[in-house]
């Protein structure tokens, strides 16, 4: 247990390659650093001036619950700050936390031995999972979750955290995403707000039940819709938005009185890492936890029978998903993405149009958006003009060199940045570039790309693009257009830039997808009236504002009777003259029921 620290974490080459510098502690779970990884893992400490060249470590999946505690635990014992790192590797997001210090003591090696060992016990696996399941349910029967103090006390604690912890959301969307603060605020921070104070605003409303109508059949009588909690249900979200995808959702399981659990993204490190933090110290946890982790820890999760499963992520996963959901009769809501057209007439008011076009793709985190347009259909006599005008939008907006601006988020991981460049070095579309192209990797950097007349073979065609890029079809006349959307997948969002009211109608009434927009980009998902989800391949159910808590609540149908009123037609021995009052009731002929009462026939 007193072995030297160094010894157990690093080479001793390491050690004598970075000498007399300070040494390095890394903290650790499963993984061993090879080939690639080690590359990346090179890159990324090279902005933090260490050398990992002789590193021989292992690295724990990234900003989950364990990994902090011990970083937190180390910290506090040995009295050194740790810095955080992350790095991308094989599609995922991988952090640490690792100690610089001028002397190695025994005795905070041993401390941190004995806190690994500690930690390695703490891995989230199929038992974790159950047990967080029974304790939860628990509560959840207990009714505690289901009253509206409960649920109000909840949600005003989500949004003193977001309010108090602001700056430290921002840092860590920074770290993650180098997501400007400006868009942090706008669609992390103040959306999130929003969507609580609406829950809190309306939530007295959404509870009661609602009236409803009843029919001759069960006169007298009087009906309602009472809307009641689902149990225990699981969120899972991904990390383009890691604040608002996880929070939005949640807020909604708590307004219709459900506990839950969420599993933010491991390729948010940063943000998953925060939200298990903030969550743990603002919200009761008796009824509302967080489990960080990757696919082992979804996976354990995945086993466990919920009252509902809210996942926003790729169709791939979606798949796994709701195959794990059905084993338990689970239902759920899959929040998924699509390719999102953009169709841009020629009569349109050309700056406002490009600049909203701007604006919903590379204005929002540089296009790593579910909804962001993600191809153009114009028609081939105005994208030349179009395209111009995007040419000078995009200096305007960001500089003549794209990639040093601070007002575009990076690629989220090395993983994607590597997709994305694939998609831009596909032979097919090597002439097709008009605009951007550049690329930094170090930096996980993309420039606002565009391409024309790429064909619909090529790679970036083929699936979402959720980057930078944005090819330009172009068709002989503008309807034709809905032919080519329709001809694929049915979008997450469909866009439509005209003035011409008759082809608005028809764009409407023709293209399929989850939402629209006419005349701008995005903005219908910060309405709270309307559902926001996708259809076909884009996703099942919808949530935001009333549609979140209808997402989480079943509809109870309450029929209420009195001892008085009953029919005699319903009762055995059934005879000729029942049958015909009973027809002539069903089918409210007054005549023909006054003919049964008296014992006349019509026919
Ligand atoms: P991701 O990699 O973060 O995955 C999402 C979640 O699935 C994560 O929590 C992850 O841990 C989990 N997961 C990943 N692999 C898994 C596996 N094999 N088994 C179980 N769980 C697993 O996110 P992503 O898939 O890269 O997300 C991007 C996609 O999400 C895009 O298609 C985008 O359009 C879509 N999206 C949709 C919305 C929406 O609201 N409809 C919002 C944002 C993103």
């Known amino acids: 247990m007193n072995e030297p620290l160094s010894s157990f974490y690093a080479t001793p080459s390491f050690f004598s390659h970075s000498a007399p510098d300070p040494s390095v502690y890394i903290v650790v779970l499963h993984q061993h650093l090879r080939g690639s990884a080690l590359a990346a893992l090179q890159s990324a400490m090279s902005s933090l001036s260490v050398d990992v060249a002789a590193l021989d470590c292992r690295l724990g999946v990234g900003a989950n619950r364990p990994l902090r505690h011990l970083t937190n635990k180390i910290s506090s014992q040995t009295h050194i700050q740790p810095t955080q790192l992350s790095f991308s590797y094989k599609h995922k997001s991988w952090s640490f936390a690792f100690f610089r210090t001028n002397h190695i003591s025994s005795k905070s090696c041993s401390a941190t031995l004995s806190l690994m060992a500690e930690v390695e016990k703490e891995t989230f696996d199929i038992e974790k999972a159950d047990l967080l399941v029974k304790d939860l349910r628990k509560v959840y029967r207990s009714g505690k979750t289901k009253s509206y103090e409960w649920r109000v006390s909840q949600l005003k604690r989500i949004l003193k955290m977001v309010e108090e912890k602001e700056r430290d959301i921002i840092k860590a969307l920074q770290e993650d995403l180098s997501k400007p603060e400006l868009e942090s605020y706008i669609s992390e921070i103040s959306m999130t707000k929003g969507s609580c104070k609406h829950a809190l605003e309306e939530l007295e409303a959404w509870m009661k039940p609602q009236k409803a109508k009843t029919s001759i059949t069960t006169y007298p009588s009087s009906a309602e819709i009472v809307s009641e909690p689902l149990g225990v249900v699981l969120v899972i979200s991904t990390w383009n938005y890691p604040f608002l995808l996880s929070l939005d959702p949640v807020i909604g399981a708590i307004a219709a009185g459900n506990a839950v659990v969420l599993k933010p993204s491991e390729v948010a490190p940063a943000s998953s890492s925060l939200l298990a933090k903030l969550l743990e110290e603002y919200v009761d946890n008796s009824a509302i936890r967080v489990v960080e982790g990757a696919v082992a820890e979804t996976s354990a999760l995945l086993e466990q029978k919920w009252d509902k499963i809210f996942y926003t992520g790729s169709g791939h996963v979606g798949r796994i998903v709701m195959a794990a959901a059905s084993k338990h009769l689970t239902p759920v809501i899959l929040e998924l993405g699509g390719k999102c057209p953009v169709v841009v007439a020629s009569d349109v008011n050309i700056k406002v149009a490009t600049m909203r076009i701007i604006a919903g793709k590379w204005g929002c985190n540089n296009g790593q958006t579910c909804i962001a347009p993600d191809y153009i259909i114009t028609t081939k006599a105005f994208a030349p003009k179009l395209i111009d005008a995007l040419r000078h939008e995009l200096v305007e907006f960001f500089g003549v060199n794209p990639l040093e601006s601070d007002d575009i988020s990076r690629i989220v991981n090395l993983y994607h940045y590597k997709r994305l460049k694939r998609l831009i070095d596909d032979d097919k579309v090597s002439n097709k570039i008009v605009l951007g192209g550049q690329t930094n990797e170090n930096q996980l950097k993309i420039a606002p790309t565009i391409l024309l007349d790429v064909p619909e073979d090529a790679l970036v065609m ?70 926001f989800g996708g259809v076909g391949e884009s996703g099942m159910g919808s949530y935001h504002g009333k549609f979140s808590f209808d997402a989480f609540s079943h509809k109870k149908a309450v029929l209420y009777r009195t001892f008085k009123g009953d029919s005699p037609t319903r009762f055995p021995p059934y005879s000729a003259g029942k049958l015909q009052l009973l027809k002539s009731l069903m089918e409210g002929d007054m005549f023909r029921i006054i003919l049964s009462l008296i014992g006349w026939s019509k026919d």
């Open 462 to 531: 083929k699936e979402e693009i959720f980057g930078p890029l944005l090819p330009i079809l172009t068709v002989e006349n503008i309807e034709d257009s809905f032919t080519v959307i329709n001809s694929r997948s049915k979008p997450l969002a469909a866009y439509f830039f005209t003035n011409n009211e008759d082809l608005k109608k028809d764009f409407v009434r023709n293209v399929s997808a989850g939402g629209m927009l006419i005349n701008d980009t995005i903005l219908h998902l910060t309405v709270p009236s309307l559902p």
